[in-house]
């Protein structure tokens, strides 16, 4: 759901309900924890979105991926539905391999995979699941698994069984239908359930119209929606959809759609389905065989046309796309069709959870602002999530994050490319304030090599923070190590392209917030500095240890960035909370080691120089309160160098 | 804790607590529900209030009254304590008056005083409590009935015996330790414990050292701090501070401050308490025995003073001034003291309640904003009240308002007056345009009578609606009925005199809000014009039978005013809420029939015109989104204004 289209799911639904008078019933009881709709696309199911679409007459688009075969590979995923999904997608899916161990905790499982894409990426997913060859308590176990893991919809598949000789079997899944009625049976109405549709009739089918009445079966049994099969001709789809609703199939019906991005890939695709390439387009393929760059371009253009019509028809309220795991042609073609997000509504300042648990989550720390991913791994047990106020509580139970292996908070770039980056070799301090600044101004290093990524940000800077770049880089060649910032906003209008957040006609604020590592050297002159800017300025300073220095309220958190939008309450998505900051200091500091230290040799000097920054350093947070005013935070770190430059004070 | 200063409960806590890593204690649980300490004040106990006033050298005052002897003397009371309670008393007290049912439910009795003026008025109270003579299960009937009611604080007395002949009883209350200890062995630490003390000696204490002694074993039995009985001279309160703190009383000892206001007053005062009033006192009083301004002013005088001897003593915390239930010498005592707030400060833009319940309520439905005694009448039953966020809840179960003969939701005025006020007779829609429009311009209506009050308003405009009154005018003379409006407010600070509240420091901001009552015609047209103003404007637009057209979303609130303080999560006191508006829209209707239609006889003419308003006009609310532009909503009414004029269109 991060950065979609949310034009239906803010709008004000009107009504005009004789509503009676409700005083009559008073009862005594009322729960006053509240859950207010923050957007409707986080909390309806999948088939409601799609009914609400095309109620809307708004036309969307979903991705299909496969499940990655190295550990790698999973990391490149999972970086690529954080790209894809900020262009819109409903919803994603991921295919089952029956083959490949589909339901285990492995990182390249479908289960994982689908899971991350829900949990920490934010995308609306469909697991498949095959039944064929499988027992019901393996299925069911499957689906226990699934929802556990909050995923809520399923593609219901039989699969290719294994072995030629394969036969129907009494009593087991011998048809999808058999598995859309177990799912239905065992979890009810909890699943949304897709199935596939041919529209040139399943290959084993005896014949196309035997496979249509197949089809209905499944849908009777309790499918909610179908996606085809990839074709070629608009037509074939048209008239199939034409068909499906003659014998009384209701549902959505999405078209599959496959752009040709290769030769070798299209010739594999077409043996594997049974079907057969169209002869006007083998014709144009054929020639240019070789040419990798032709064929995706007349495979984007062939795509583009045939999703015209069938948008024309008025038949299709929505595109699925075959991606092949490939950003390029897909992109492509939902630009060209102007279905891609260009400028995505983000709902809130951050990328949400999809996960159902998840739904009223509105409130965040701004900590892990650039680590999401692990914010939303060490906050998977909680029962609730924060919804308006992010609350005292004096323990906030983040989870432990010792896991930095696991593929989803792994850093996007292998070993080498962080030693280039970061560099082969420190020899002082000052050789990691660099790391920084580079890191600022996107600067080759000396080496050559850009620096995109830091242990806490494995990104490049937010378009946000680029406003800030100069003073930023002014201050980390000093030694002031930036790690999270933003700027103050005094009600900027939602639709702002950089800072807006949120539903249409409304503004959005924010204090303005610097948190960087530093010297004990300097926090003493800061200190000193920062007793000229109470109560306006907040801050929050603690090293390694826990020796903690604050200005602030205990147990108060302190909003950062609220939204006021046209009929609803305050939304507060992320504040600097004193109690949550201590747990993020012992991940800020261990980033230090776990991330950079441990490129380099025990006992080197590059990691004892990274050692002595964990050891030594403090970690400090400054919120400037006075949002309606110019920042004051770039005067106090310069009335901070001031002081430590200035001539020691004569002795009286 | 209306209005009082908050300057030390505000505040932001300094510490430099070496705090230690937490993360290692990761418990599964957790409690998102959160209860952000908004004021200290509001939540802490009388004792730690007190405590923090005396580490701050804040000082305070508290107020003395005894409960009224007629139900209208109980309307005025409350009145006087709601305009009293703007002054800043850290409490009041409520003596118990042994012969008259102090424990019954009567509007008169101490008990209800009391609970009034915690529930209603906002006050921290003490409720004086009488021993003697009594049974320990009387007594326990009655400390269970005011914990019920939201009491925490008991000013344990022994009470005068009845009858001469008064002996020790076996087991029974013969002191007021007995007291003391009887509380807290029933009911622990629940109750803060007030006792008298004596600074001449109690009139039957066999001497001032054994009187001191028994001090000693009332504090040491369990009660938190002293107030005196009365005295004449300060060193008389000063020695006896001394004496104290030399046997070993070390909790706060209160000077009861009498300001001499009336001849015979002071003569049945000092005959009750045996006490005698020095010479110099009496050879000012006797020979201007007969004029009572001079005398009152004597007492302000003599008061001042010796107030100002005992503070600065630096052995006086907080002055305890025995009020006689009257303002003005009290009043200017305090204020030529400095210590009366003139400038009150509000911790939120409504008066919040003191019952401990409550503690943490900082969001409330506007519509209530002129009827706050009836929305807590109303709410008193909810087992947790909305904090930060309103919820959507679908049932906010509202208590029914049929009580409205109930002493402290009554009328300030009697009938004749209201009367007066409202027109003895009405002879058309119009005449009561003009009761509206004479109630905003605070002009003598026909029969030379200023509208002081009206249904919904039982006070004069607020300033904030001050500053609307010209708009205000004129649209209730064309029979837009305003009952509640609000002006947009773009971030004044919190410390503005006119809208701000709060913590020092911050920001307040609000959405324009109009709330009338107007004909079904101006209705159709309103509607009309008000599709321009989609989605600026928010509207809610119902009759008596329901009948509800609005273009908001059916569940949620819309925040309308709210804050930005420093080192804070953000509070949005005030909301339209959908929901509880249908609740609001029944009282509001039932209030033209109840207050005012009832005033005339049945089937008179100006009873079938109440009536007829109250079956055929609608009540409107309108929410002007777009805070930061010019407030929207005169114009809104304009254009209705526009469409009603204009001629009828011709048909086509």
Chains 1, 2 share one sequence.
């Not at 600022?440 to 946000?464: F, M, Y």
Request: contains cysteine; charged residues 25%.
């Amino acid at each position: 759901m991060v950065n979609q289209r949310l034009d239906t799911g803010w709008q004000a639904c009107k009504s005009d309900s004789s509503g009676g008078s409700n005083s009559g019933e008073s009862s005594k009881e009322s729960s006053r924890c509240s859950t207010p709709v923050l957007d409707a696309d986080r909390t309806d199911r999948l088939r409601d979105k799609m009914r609400r679409r095309i109620e809307s007459g708004d036309r969307w688009f979903s991705l299909e991926f496969f499940p990655p075969r190295t550990a790698g590979g999973a990391v490149n995923l999972i970086a690529r539905f954080d790209r894809m999904g900020s262009g819109g997608p409903l919803f994603i899916d991921i295919t089952w391999h029956p083959a490949g161990d589909p339901g285990s905790d492995k990182e390249t499982s479908s289960m994982m995979i689908a899971s991350t894409a829900i949990n920490y990426c934010g995308l609306e997913s469909i697991l498949h699941l095959t039944c064929c060859n499988q027992t019901k308590e393996k299925i069911t176990a499957h689906l226990n698994k699934a929802k556990r893991l909050g995923l809520k919809n399923i593609m219901a598949l039989r699969g290719d069984p294994i072995g030629a000789d394969w036969e129907e079997e009494e009593g087991g899944f011998n048809y999808a239908t058999d598995l859309v009625k177990h799912i239905r049976h065992e979890f009810d109405d909890y699943f949304d359930i897709c199935v596939a549709g041919y529209p040139t009739g399943h290959p084993e089918a005896e014949s196309y119209e035997e496979d249509l009445k197949h089809l209905k079966e499944k849908v009777d049994a309790g499918a909610h929606f179908i996606v085809t099969q990839l074709f070629f001709r608009a037509e074939t789809f048209l008239k199939f959809v034409k068909d499906c609703r003659a014998i009384g199939i209701t549902c959505p019906i999405l078209p599959g759609i496959f752009p040709i991005q290769g030769y070798h890939s299209l010739r594999q695709l077409v043996k594997l389905s049974k079907l057969e390439v169209p002869e006007e387009i083998m014709q144009v393929i054929e020639p240019i065989k070789d040419n990798d760059d032709a064929i995706r371009n007349y495979g984007i253009h062939h795509a583009v046309e045939m999703c015209k019509v069938l948008l024309a028809s008025g038949d299709v309220p929505g595109l699925h796309i075959y991606t092949l795991n490939r950003e390029v042609a897909t992109i492509e073609v939902l630009r060209q069709l102007g279905l891609w997000a260009e400028d995505p509504r983000r709902p809130l300042p951050w990328a949400v959870s999809a996960h159902p648990k998840r739904k009223v989550e509105d409130v965040r720390p701004i900590f892990w602002a650039s680590r999401p991913k692990s914010y939303i791994y060490r906050t998977q047990d909680w029962d609730d999530f924060p919804n308006g106020r992010w609350g005292n509580s004096s323990s906030p139970a983040f989870g432990e994050l010792t896991d930095y292996y696991l593929f989803y908070l792994k850093s996007k770039s292998p070993k080498e490319a962080l030693l280039k980056m970061w560099g082969e070799e420190l020899t002082r301090e000052e050789s990691v304030y660099e790391v920084f600044t580079n890191y600022i101004t996107s600067q080759v290093n000396q080496s050559g090599h850009k620096v995109r990524c830091l242990p806490w940000n494995d990104d490049p800077l937010a378009p946000e923070t680029n406003m800030l770049k100069e003073k930023l880089e002014k201050v980390n060649r000093r030694g002031v190590l930036t790690i999270n910032s933003q700027p103050n906003i005094n009600g900027k209008p939602s639709s702002d392209p950089i800072v807006g957040w949120g539903p249409p006609g409304g503004y959005v604020f924010q204090k303005a917030y610097l948190e960087f590592f530093t010297s004990s050297e300097n926090v003493s002159a800061l200190l000193k500095v920062l007793k000229k800017y109470e109560p306006r300025v907040n801050y929050h300073i603690v090293n390694v240890q826990g020796k903690n220095i604050t200005n602030a309220h205990d147990m108060q958190p302190n909003a950062v960035t609220w939204g006021i939008f046209p009929g609803r309450e305050i939304i507060q998505p992320t504040v600097v909370d004193p109690v949550s900051f201590m747990y993020w200091k012992d991940e800020a500091f261990a980033l230090w080691i776990e991330q950079w230290g441990k490129l380099y040799e025990e006992e080197s000097p590059s990691r004892m120089i990274i050692q002595y920054i964990h050891d030594n350093y403090f970690l400090v947070n400054l919120v400037d309160n006075d949002f309606p005013l110019n920042n004051c935070l770039w005067q106090v770190i310069d009335d901070m160098f001031e002081l430590l430059d200035a001539p020691p004070e004569p002795l009286e």
